[in-house]
């Protein structure tokens, strides 16, 4: 038979969820969407987690404006507290979901759109979701500015093939590619490692990366 349920465990769980709201509100890095007053934002990280990746990477470019988005606040919410802890001025923290980012930048004015570990739905009737379909891709033209690019690391050969194989297919251009990340010589930036990457790097995990650009008319 199964365990009475415990009402108590409710409330545990409810204050958890709220506590971890207030976290995130807390930080005067983290926005929710209808907070967020469109701005020029150079790099986006879509998929972001904790976005660790865009922290460390926005401390090396102080010059540039970073923007991690996840639809998963509490994730989202620690690198907001190591940003704060390094004291970065030039990145923020966005809940939102990908089809709703045209309302979070200017359309044509982002440099760089980073996809890292997206989750792969393998699953064919899900292929909706993954964030390099096309709809995803059509969003991304949108967003980048004319020399602007896009840049995936995954570590599932079959989902970052078949993403190759859309963005070839829809009018991509490859600039950079690797089937191992970490033993090539690309640069040291997109080798930082995501939280996802830490995680699984030292269990056998081998890095796909490619960055890709779709050439806009004058
Ligand atoms: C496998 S995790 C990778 C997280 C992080 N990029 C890393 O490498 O550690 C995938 C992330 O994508 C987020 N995600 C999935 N679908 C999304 C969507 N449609 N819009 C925004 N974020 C999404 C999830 O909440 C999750 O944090």
Redesign the pocket.
Known sequence: MSEPLNPDDFVITRRRKKFKFAMFANSSLCFELDEWKRAAIDVV??????GF?SVELASRHPEQTFLA????GD?LQKGAYEAEARNLTNIRFLR????QLLEVVKPGSVSQVWL????PFPKKRSAG?R?TNKTFLYTYTKMLNKSGSLSLKHDSREFFMWSLEQLVAYGWHIDELSFDLHDSDLSDDYKIL????TRWLGEGLVTNFVRAHVPKNQ
């Open positions: 990280e879509v998929g972001a987690g904790t990746f988005v996840d639809v998963k994730r939102a979901r990908a089809d890292t570990f997206p989750d979701r964030l995501t939280s996802y990457e």
